[in-house]
């Protein structure tokens, strides 16, 4: 049961639909949304659509999901995120529900914080047999919020890659070239919505100083968002805006992330640490594509890589910090090199989707 789901895109429904697809007898109940018949029909499972865009656990919605178990005889119900649609755990245990799932993203971190949703948070977590986290940081952040009978319920389940369509070689050369780069070129990509939070920002202020050791490093931003405007006008203001690209909102990740020599993302927490990065799911796409990551100090994405293995954990406010980190990666190649090699591996230890597929199926109780 979930909100979060096709077509509508982002990282909670690529999560949800990746796990829905690794549970094996399943029926997703989730929201109608625009195009959605289309994308049902290509599922290999019954997906049944509410009559609101949005589900909230009313007495309507619950009767709805109580019914569709009962026609499909559901004995098990994950909920592909904890709140608000995990306050419904009594009820779908009443409707037979033996095990009870719901997992957390990094908004729980919010719902942990604020005075009402905080008990609501809590209630959910005493209802379910297990509230999943992404992170540590945001399992114990979220751990705040709960009894202690709801804490000892808290387990992992990050989301995983498609290491199959994250290698290297998945199609940054021809990027490269569409930008007029050559293969010597030194290219740092950052990718992620175009917001302060993400650091964007302290990569430009460290541009000049990039450029000052290795004058022909681009930088290649990749996203969309509210806060481009700002971005260029700051690339220009620094004096770097020909060494900077902005790519937009691109179709497929995976070439971009390819392009790189280098990922980058210093990301920062914002108010009070509310906003924060609950793990980073690009860090561990680019490491996928063999590339060494730069990673800002916020919330859960230090847990991402591993600092000086598979590439380095920075203080994201600390401009200087972050060019002498990208000089360095940029100037010893085959440090770099071997750094990637190792993030990919990493990936393919412990972030692949099957992996997570199993450990949701654990929790479920189910084969
Ligand atoms: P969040 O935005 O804070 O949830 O950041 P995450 O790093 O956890 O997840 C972002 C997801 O969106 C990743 O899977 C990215 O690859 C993806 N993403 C971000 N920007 C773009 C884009 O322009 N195009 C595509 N295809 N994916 C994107």
Redesign the pocket.
Known sequence: MTNDFPPRR??IE?FVHALADRLGDVVVYTATMPGSEEVDAALPYPVVRDRSTMLVPTRRVRDAVVRTMREHECDRVLFGASMPLGLLSRAVRAAGAQRVVAVTH?HEVWWARLPGTRQALRRAGDGVDALTDISDWTRAQIGRALSPAGRAKQTRLAPGVDTERFHPGCGGAQVRQDLGFDDSTPVVVC???LVRRKGQDTLIDAWPQVLAQVPDARLVI???GPYRARLEQRAQRRGVAEAVTFA??????TEWMDAADVFAMPSRSRLLGLEA??????FL?AMACGKPVIVGRSGGAPEATEDGVTGYVVNPRDAEEVARRVVQLLTDRAAAARMGALGRERVLASWQWDQVGATARRLLDVE
């Open positions: 982002g990282g690529s990094g990718a992620a919505r990749v996203g969309g937009g909102l691109v179709e497929h990740m990065e609950g793990l980073g799911i690009v796409e």
